[in-house]
T-cell receptor
Framework: ETGVTQSPTHLIKTRGQQVTLRCSSQSGHNTVSWYQQALGQGPQFIFQYYREEENGRGNFPPRFSGLQFPNYSSELNVNALELDDSALYLC??????????????FGQGTRLTVV | AQSVTQLGSHVSVSEGALVLLRCNYSSSVPPYLFWYVQYPNQGLQLLLKYTSAATLVKGINGFEAEFKKSETSFHLTKPSAHMSDAAEYFCAVSDPGDSNYQLIWGAGTKLIIKP
């Protein structure tokens, strides 16, 4: 068991709505990353949080935003949902040491469907 | 920019046969390297990792991978395939030169096991 938990496991939203996904990181880890995995594709990096601040971002628009809390848990918020946002959203926790990330431990993901 | 190439989106082997999944990276500086497995509708599970120690790395479920700097490769192998190995496998790298500290992913290889 990795210790990374995500909620909810499944979610259906309507286009234009807003959604919040949650992630509880593994004990001892200080970094949380979020990935979007569309059907049949590899994960795409959304952003990473370290010490409650965003310290890396992939090619995603500003309507994708996040938070990291003092206990290292995290939220991913998506505003103005579009149909193409339908995907499996994965949260991963890791330990950032210097300039290298240790292995990331993933949660089971949240399957978001936008209709 | 760093990139990861997984040769073959689908690999089919017979049960009991050798499994070989290929991964090449583009960095001139040896990165950290990882193999993850994903079962349907689940998150990603770490199989093994290379972090500049032994070049032959043993992981879970009988898998191993060899880091070859001269070939910039990190191929995943298993001597004898089992039906339970059917899943999608992702190679990922952590690049010390990447200020995003993100994991960079290959597109994945779906492993099919024939009875």
């Amino acid at each position: 068991e990795t210790g990374v938990t995500q909620s909810p496991t499944h979610l259906i939203k309507t286009r234009g709505q807003q959604v919040t996904l949650r992630c509880s990181s593994q004990s001892g880890h200080n970094t949380v990353s979020w990935y979007q995995q569309a059907l049949g594709q590899g994960p795409q990096f959304i952003f990473q949080y370290y010490r409650e601040e965003e310290n890396g971002r992939g090619n995603f628009p500003p309507r994708f935003s996040g938070l990291q809390f003092p206990n290292y848990s995290s939220e991913l918020n998506v505003n103005a949902l579009e149909l193409d946002d339908s995907a499996l959203y994965l949260c991963a926790s890791s330990l950032l040491r210097g300039y290298m990330n240790t292995e990331a431990f993933f949660g089971q993901g949240t399957r978001l469907t936008v209709v | 920019a760093q990139s990861v190439t997984q040769l073959g989106s689908h690999v089919s082997v017979s049960e009991g046969a050798l499994v070989l999944l290929r991964c090449n990276y583009s960095s001139s500086v040896p990165p950290y390297l990882f193999w993850y497995v994903q079962y349907p509708n689940q998150g990603l599970q770490l199989l093994l990792k290379y972090t500049s120690a032994a070049t032959l790395v043993k992981g879970i479920n009988g898998f191993e991978a060899e880091f070859k700097k001269s070939e910039t490769s990190f191929h995943l192998t298993k001597p004898s395939a089992h039906m339970s190995d059917a899943a999608e496998y992702f190679c990922a790298v952590s690049d010390p030169g990447d200020s995003n500290y993100q994991l960079i992913w290959g597109a994945g290889t779906k492993l099919i096991i024939k009875p």
